[in-house]
T-cell receptor, first 116, second 116 residues
Framework: GNSVTQMEGPVTLSEEAFLTINCTYT??????LFWYVQYPGEGLQLLLK?????DKGSNKGFEATYRKETTSFHLEKGSVQVSDSAVYFC???????????????FGTGTQLKVEL | ETGVTQTPRHLVMGMTNKKSLKCEQH?????MYWYKQSAKKPLELMFV???????ENNSVPSRFSPECPNSSHLFLHLHTLQPEDSALYLC???????????????FGPGTRLTVL
């Protein structure tokens, strides 16, 4: 079946450090790829997405490029802030539901801690 | 963001109680979802509604009963729950039919449920 693999956390960085959170996937066909962020006590917020190979999603300084040849969608940010501390989820949309909607396969999440 | 709202944010209930979770989306979407997020486990899709019809039911126990009276509202009725049902319950919405794999889900803040 389809799957999403994320690097184990927690990832601890100093403020202004460069961030990479690795995400690789296994899927048939051409899934859409997403990064969601979950702040403490909150739901998931869409961070960015890419719907086809070589697309780059970007938002709030975060970027990720859909690499079909390496089946990856790594999340990067050039300079993290304390406010970026959260859990980050990589997900792929790999199945359309008959009647409407789609199914997402999520990774297990990577906790990021940014310290002063 | 206030695109998808959920009430209550926190709920404590005994195993013999009956309660309901409410979700409302203000995005003009046609598909709505219920997910369960438990500690140390991937997000679990529970139910999907599209155009007010249930289109997905992921083998969820009958003590969870969804209701979608219109495309903006989604309920999850709870009765005779077990302690292992304690979790964060997340609602999401997406545009739905015709969007294919690029259909993007937007999540609410969740209801933290504790079953005593």
């Amino acid at each position: 079946g389809n799957s999403v693999t994320q690097m184990e956390g927690p990832v601890t960085l100093s403020e202004e450090a460069f961030l990479t959170i690795n995400c690789t996937y296994t899927a048939t066909g051409y899934p859409s790829l997403f990064w969601y962020v979950q702040y403490p006590g909150e739901g998931l917020q869409l961070l960015l997405k890419a719907t086809k190979a070589d697309d780059k999603g970007s938002n709030k300084g975060f970027e990720a490029t859909y690499r079909k040849e390496t089946t990856s969608f790594h999340l990067e940010k050039g300079s993290v802030q304390v406010s970026d501390s959260a859990v980050y989820f990589c997900a792929l949309s790999d199945a359309v539901i008959t009647g409407g909607g789609n199914k997402l396969t999520f990774g297990t999440g990577t906790q990021l801690k940014v310290e002063l | 963001e206030t695109g998808v709202t959920q009430t209550p944010r926190h709920l404590v209930m005994g195993m013999t109680n009956k309660k309901s979770l409410k979700c409302e989306q203000h995005l003009g979407h046609n598909a709505m979802y219920w997910y369960k997020q438990s500690a140390k486990k991937p997000l679990e899709l529970m139910f999907v509604y599209s155009l007010e019809e249930r289109v997905e039911n992921n083998s969820v126990p009958s003590r969870f009963s969804p209701e979608c009276p219109n495309s903006s509202h989604l309920f999850l009725h709870l009765h005779t729950l077990q302690p292992e049902d304690s979790a964060l319950y997340l609602c999401a919405s997406s545009q739905g039919p015709g969007q294919g794999l690029a259909d993007t889900q937007y999540f609410g803040p969740g209801t933290r449920l504790t079953v005593l």
